[in-house]
Structures are given as C-alpha cells and as structure tokens.
C-alpha cells in the first residue's frame, strides 16, 4: 500500500510540477510588466478617481511598446532613436549599461546583429577536448582581437543554467565552432531544463500523439 501511494505520489508531482512552476513563472513576469507603470499609474488614478484596475500597467506597457515599433519603423522615427542613444550615451554610467542591454535585445529579437551575422547557435569543444557544449554566436571578434591571434575570431557565449543571458564570452576562432540547426528559442530551452527538454522530440511527440 506504502509502495503504492509513493508511485501515485512521484507521478502527481511529475505532472504537477510543471504546470505549477510555469503558472508561477507566468505570474511573476505578469506583476512585473504591470509594476513598470502601475507603480506609478495607480497612487495617481487612486488620487485622482479613487479607482484602479488591476492590468492597465500592462496594457500602456504593450501600448509603448508597439508605439515604438511604429516610430522607429519610418525614418523620422529612426531619426529620433539615434538622438536619443546618442544623449544616452554620453550620461555617465547609463552609457556604460545601455550598450550591453541592447545587444541582448538585439540577439534575442533580431535574426541578424549589427554587421549582418546571423544569430546562430553553435558547439564548441568546451571545457576541453572531446566534450561539446552549446553556445550562441553573438559577433565577430574586434579586429584587434582577430589581428593579434592571427585568426579570423568570434564570440560565443556560453550559457550557464537555469539562465541563458549569463556565462562566459569565449572568443573562438571560427573555423572551431559547428553550426547547428537549432533556433535561439530551442537552445534556450535546452539549457533552462538543463538538459532535460529535447525541444525536436517534444515537437514530434505533439504532431504524433
């Protein structure tokens, strides 16, 4: 009966689990979209019409947003965006971050970096010989880098789990990395679960079921 129960135990909190942990995640970014501007919103609406629903931090989050897709998708737009940066970067410390967090972005969101190389995942031979592990190519290596080596560089960040946007940036001559067919979303996958998820088998074991 013991044995039983322990089998019923482990296979409700295999199922379980999941569904708890991702609810969780989905929450926790839900209050942090809304606190970017209902910390703000709601002392005012609350002031000012003595109410406030919950969301609409959310809802003028993905209004700005979109609105920003719109402006810089003309060129008046793109005008002001470069204005903007520039002003930004020329503020002491804000000029230091801003560049490091917009690269992220771009890697995330975008198929292409700056220069026109593809965001790639790749596997490089890490920490030694004979082992493989993931990394995403993020840019060709400064030219000094690559002139001093002798080789033609690029970095690859190699992603540390549970969190993909940390690790260690390795500058690898490019003839030593191996591109894969795998997107960034399915890489990042792999290494949130550490390992666990096959995001190619979870694909054809939903087509086939």
């Not at 402006?71 to 793109?78: D, E, K, L, S, T």
């Not at 789990?161 to 940390?166: G, K, R, T, W």
């Not at 979303?185 to 074991?205: L, Q, R």
Request: proline letters at 5%; one cysteine or more.
């Amino acid at each position: 009966m013991l044995r039983r129960l322990k089998k019923y135990f482990f296979s409700g909190l295999a199922v379980f689990l999941p569904f708890i942990l991702t609810i969780n995640v989905c929450v926790w970014f839900l209050n942090f979209s809304e606190s970017i501007f209902g910390k703000y919103l709601k002392p005012f609406l609350m002031d000012k019409y003595e109410f406030y629903i919950w969301g609409l931090g959310i809802l003028v989050l993905v209004m700005l947003i979109l609105f920003s897709g719109f402006i810089v998708a003309n060129y008046f737009g793109r005008s002001i965006h470069r204005m903007t940066e520039s002003l930004m970067m020329r503020i002491p410390v804000m000029g230091s971050i801003y560049p490091a967090f917009k690269e992220i972005a771009r890697f995330i969101f975008k198929e292409e970096d700056a220069a026109g190389l593809p965001q790639q995942v790749v596997l490089v031979e890490w920490p030694r010989a004979g082992i493989y592990t993931i990394g995403f190519l993020t840019n060709r290596s400064s030219k000094v880098i690559s002139d001093a080596v002798g080789k033609d560089m690029v970095n690859v960040l190699i992603p540390t789990v549970p969190n993909p946007l940390s690790g260690f940036i390795m500058m690898i001559p490019r003839a030593d990395v191996i591109t894969i067919k795998m997107t960034v979303e399915e890489a990042i996958k792999i290494v949130v679960s550490g390992g666990v998820v096959d995001p190619h088998a979870f694909v054809v074991n939903e087509t086939t079921s």
